[in-house]
């Protein structure tokens, strides 16, 4: 079974300022890992994904993220945020490696509230 | 860019009714999935179809639910007998190959009186 853990449930952050999003997840495979955003009244959108490769993935609207292995860990970051990016975020992860199924474990959300 | 869209976006039925929640995949997707979200809870899987069967579901998807394929279009989910506990937003998603990122619709939200 895996698991995956948002840290925070709310990130409020002053526009212009760094802002990183914690995940840690924990599986006894390897795993894919995503970043998908939801604004009020719509659906997910995927920010970004790590299949495999380079560890650090950059994904739409200037966000990135890091997969560290050693830490379970795949943090969301952006260097500037924006109003409009003020947004409920969700981490997940699927095993689809290692079995024949592609579900999404989800972490609880980090809800960003940006501030002018 | 294509999108995988829902119907209705708001449904309010009584407990004890049956409900149909429809979703239209994007076109050249071949899998297919359901999830919830009660509120102030983590999305949470129903449920993957692929190939007009089910390839795996929750211990939350029980008898009272069922999905089907009816057309080449759509993709459903069914509730059989709603109860309180059911109300939640209700996600589709579709996904071209396995292992690529599964695209949501905007979800239904689901209201049992």
């Known amino acids: 079974a895996q698991s995956v853990t948002q840290l925070d449930s709310q990130v409020p952050v002053f526009e212009e300022a760094p802002v990183e999003l914690r995940c840690n997840y924990s599986?006894?495979?390897?795993?894919?890992l995503f970043w998908y955003v939801q604004y009020p009244n719509q659906g997910l959108q995927l920010l970004l994904k790590?299949?495999?490769?380079?560890?650090l993935v950059k994904g739409i609207n200037g966000f990135e993220a890091e997969f560290n292995k050693s830490q379970t860990s795949f943090h969301l970051r952006k260097p500037s945020v924006h109003i409009s990016d003020t947004a409920e975020y969700f981490c997940?992860?699927?095993?689809?490696?290692?079995?024949?199924?592609?579900?999404?474990?989800f972490g609880g959300g980090t809800r960003l509230m940006v501030k002018p | 860019e294509p999108e995988v869209t829902q119907t209705p976006s708001h449904q309010v039925t009584q407990m004890g009714q049956e409900v149909i929640l429809r979703c239209v995949p994007i076109?050249?997707?071949?899998?297919f999935y359901w999830y919830r979200q009660i509120l102030g809870q983590k999305v949470e899987f129903l449920v993957s179809f692929y190939n007009n069967e089910i390839s795996e579901k929750s211990e939350i998807f029980d008898d009272q639910f069922s999905v089907e394929r009816p057309d080449g279009s759509n993709f459903t989910l069914k509730i059989r007998s709603t109860k309180l506990e059911d109300s939640a937003m209700y996600f589709c998603a579709s996904e071209r190959a396995r292992g690529q990122p599964q695209h949501f619709g905007d979800g239904t939200r689901l209201s049992i009186l």
């Open positions: 599986s006894s495979v390897s795993v894919y």
């Open positions: 790590y299949l495999s490769g380079s560890t």
């Open positions: 076109s050249n997707h071949l899998y």
């Open positions: 997940a992860v699927s095993n689809f490696p290692n079995n024949a199924g592609n579900m999404l474990t």
